[in-house]
T-cell receptor, first 116, second 112 residues
Framework: DAKTTQPPSMDCAEGRAANLPCNHSTISGNEYVYWYRQIHSQGPQYIIHGLKNNETNEMASLIITEDRKSSTLILPHATLRDTAVYYCIVRVGRGAGGTSYGKLTFGQGTILTVHP | DAGITQSPRHKVTETGTPVTLRCHQTENHRYMYWYRQDPGHGLRLIHYSYGVKDTDKGEVSDGYSVSRSKTEDFLLTLESATSSQTSVYFC???????????FGDGTRLSIL
């Protein structure tokens, strides 16, 4: 699986958009970008994923650059409840071989703190 | 949240004792996973299951075994617990190999 690089921490004002960057310059053509978050002492929560097109759901938007070497998770209107560690994960795709069966490899993530 | 229940939520036990953690799902998902989370290591996959009675090892499987006799339950067993297995254990489920994984609330296990 490709390695990801995220800033260790970020701050955001409540009500503003939070833009969390992720670099994955060694991503392969069949690898997906996944975003999860973990609020203190809870299990990780799935946010969104994509291959090469931008994606949007009720929680967030995912913007993937054309060369796929980086992406940005956007929380359009951050709230205090969005304070969490955010993980960007690049995941092996189907047909890549091995028996990973969709293993998720979590790095250190970005600690997002939303301020009042 | 997805219908995932982990039990127990907290457990303290002594070195050398057997311990079984249970993950129960009500989503009828095929794939189930056990992870452990430790400071400085993030989440690491212990074992996973891709169907009833179909399981395989993850990256940190030594000292752990699993069983899946029915779709809804995935058990993680520490045959003889050691202090290095003190951790927070998370179960996850997915309805397809590349699908999003949904996590339970975790079991905090302390081995004294």
């Amino acid at each position: 699986d490709a390695k990801t690089t995220q800033p260790p921490s970020m701050d955001c004002a409540e009500g503003r958009a939070a833009n969390l960057p992720c670099n994955h310059s060694t991503i392969s053509g069949n690898e997906y970008v996944y975003w999860y978050r973990q609020i203190h002492s809870q299990g990780p929560q799935y946010i969104i994923h994509g291959l090469k097109n931008n994606e949007t759901n009720e929680m967030a938007s995912l913007i993937i650059t054309e060369d796929r070497k980086s992406s940005t998770l956007i929380l359009p209107h951050a709230t205090l409840r969005d304070t969490a560690v955010y993980y960007c994960i690049v995941r092996v795709g189907r047909g890549a071989g091995g028996t990973s069966y969709g293993k998720l490899t979590f790095g250190q993530g970005t600690i997002l703190t939303v301020h009042p | 949240d997805a219908g995932i229940t982990q039990s127990p939520r907290h457990k303290v036990t002594e070195t050398g004792t057997p311990v079984t953690l249970r993950c129960h799902q009500t989503e009828n998902h095929r794939y189930m996973y056990w992870y452990r989370q430790d400071p400085g290591h993030g989440l690491r996959l212990i074992h996973y299951s891709y169907g009833v009675k179909d399981t395989d090892k993850g990256e940190v499987s030594d000292g752990y075994s699993v069983s899946r006799s029915k779709t809804e339950d995935f058990l993680l067993t520490l045959e003889s617990a050691t202090s290095s297995q003190t951790s927070v254990y998370f179960c996850a489920i997915s309805d397809r190999d590349l699908g999003p994984q949904h996590f339970g609330d975790g079991t905090r296990l302390s081995i004294l």
